[in-house]
């Protein structure tokens, strides 16, 4: 059923990546005639072909019904800021296209600062072995894209920037994993963030569920007086099974908050414990995410390069001990090291990146470092290190803490190189 808020209206599309892509051609799907396109990027407009130039594009804005925005174009900060601020209230999203036509769906949507990958990847582990399920959104395919029967459920990562302009997000079950400050920069204050997160809550009602753990967040969920039924993840319910389960990803503490969320939603859908374990011991984890690639003698080797700030590294720093740390790249200046008790996880750090100053900064007096700039050079040192060190256990974490920006294009192609050098280095020392 395609709901009336989409036939016979006019659509503009803005950015061309890969959500307007797929809203372009669910678009044409539904056979909508009038779709305006935009980019600000000549070679994508050249890519599709587009003719008019942004005076047509202007003047098509002043009659359609909604613009859709790629995630994460800013509209305080680009060239039609003027034009597209004044037609604020007809922003939508994929998010909100997906909502509108299919409005009885019964959809999870996972969000928060760290972690929403991972629980997204577990909890379609879990379902897909015992539900109809497909999961999109910020990970895997946007959600335009599935392909699913009446009955599945489907299981949604979304990010801050979505969600800052969707209007009709609407999950039977909504999750906040947890909030810490990040992207600052975008939202401009911690508020604004906090607030786009919660936009997963405001259209729910009584028949929905909620889950969150954060005290903070549980004060200002029973504030604002949400309707939907709030579930309250406690510490212990899955730490009582958790030994049951054999799977070495999920051995550590590092993904117990996502399991804890994974576990109570399987009690909601009345998932039986056996099933429950027999499902995530089938789990594998993801690359780039506290991913203990390569075990070396007394050495283990974890990539972490999907840690692009400090309060993602936290947890791979609290889960390890004699702890040879690589970080650095492109710093959210927001950011502030607090290593309290975690200073003695750490032997040693390297610095990577172009941005050593602000590294330096959080470290000094705090934590050994060598500014090493590189990944290459900084396998000479750390290689010396080890041979230095005499341990009986050591772990080489590369958990950057910052964007990859600085010197690769994204966090994917970070962590394969810090892997591909770790196992060619790692091959001619041992």
Request: aromatic letters at 14%; charged letters at 30%.
């Amino acid at each position: 059923m395609i709901n009336n808020k989409i036939i016979g209206k006019k659509f503009a599309i803005y950015g061309l990546g890969l959500t307007g892509i797929s809203t372009l051609k669910y678009l044409k799907r539904l056979k909508v005639k009038k779709v305006s396109i935009w980019d600000d990027n000549y070679q994508i407009r050249k890519k599709f072909k587009i003719k008019s130039n942004k005076k047509k594009f202007l003047l098509n804005l002043n009659k359609i019904d909604y613009i859709v925005i790629s995630p994460g174009i800013n509209i305080s900060k680009i060239d039609l800021k003027k034009n597209i601020s004044k037609i604020k209230n007809k922003i939508i999203t994929d998010l909100d296209l997906f909502y509108i036509s299919n409005p009885d769906i019964k959809s999870i949507v996972v969000t928060g600062t760290n972690g929403k990958s991972t629980t997204c990847k577990i909890l379609q582990c879990l379902l897909k072995n015992n539900f109809n399920s497909k999961l999109g959104g910020n990970f895997g395919k946007p959600v335009l894209d599935l392909q699913f029967k009446k009955n599945s459920i489907i299981i949604i990562e979304a990010s801050s920037f979505q969600l800052y302009y969707s209007q009709y997000v609407k999950p039977y079950y909504s999750l906040i994993l947890n909030i810490t400050k990040d992207h600052l920069d975008w939202h401009k204050n911690f508020k604004n963030y906090t607030s786009s997160k919660f936009k997963i809550f405001s259209l729910q009602t009584k028949k929905n569920f909620s889950f969150l753990k954060d005290q903070n967040l549980i004060k200002k969920f029973k504030k604002e007086k949400y309707s939907s039924k709030l579930k309250v993840i406690d510490n212990y319910s899955y730490k009582k099974i958790k030994n049951k389960i054999s799977n070495k990803y999920l051995a550590s503490e590092v993904n117990d908050e996502n399991m804890s969320f994974v576990y109570a939603i399987s009690k909601i859908l009345k998932i039986d414990d056996k099933i429950f374990i027999n499902s995530i011991n089938k789990f594998k984890g993801l690359p780039h995410r506290h991913e203990i690639f390569l075990k070396k003698k007394n050495v283990i080797f974890i990539n972490d390069s999907k840690a692009t700030s400090f309060e993602a590294t936290k947890f791979a720093i609290k889960n390890n001990k004699n702890i040879l740390w690589i970080l650095g790249g492109l710093p959210k200046y927001s950011d502030k090291f607090t290593f309290d008790n975690l200073k003695k996880n750490i032997l040693k750090s390297y610095i990577i990146g172009k941005h050593t100053k602000f590294f330096e900064k959080q470290l000094k007096n705090k934590i050994n470092y060598k500014i090493t700039k590189d990944l290459k050079k900084t396998f000479y040192y750390l290689f010396k290190d080890i041979k230095d060190l005499n341990y009986k256990k050591l772990t080489v974490l590369f958990s950057p803490a910052s964007a990859s920006f600085d010197q690769y294009k994204n966090f994917m192609l970070r962590g394969n190189e810090f892997k591909k050098l770790t196992k060619y280095y790692g091959n001619k020392f041992f």
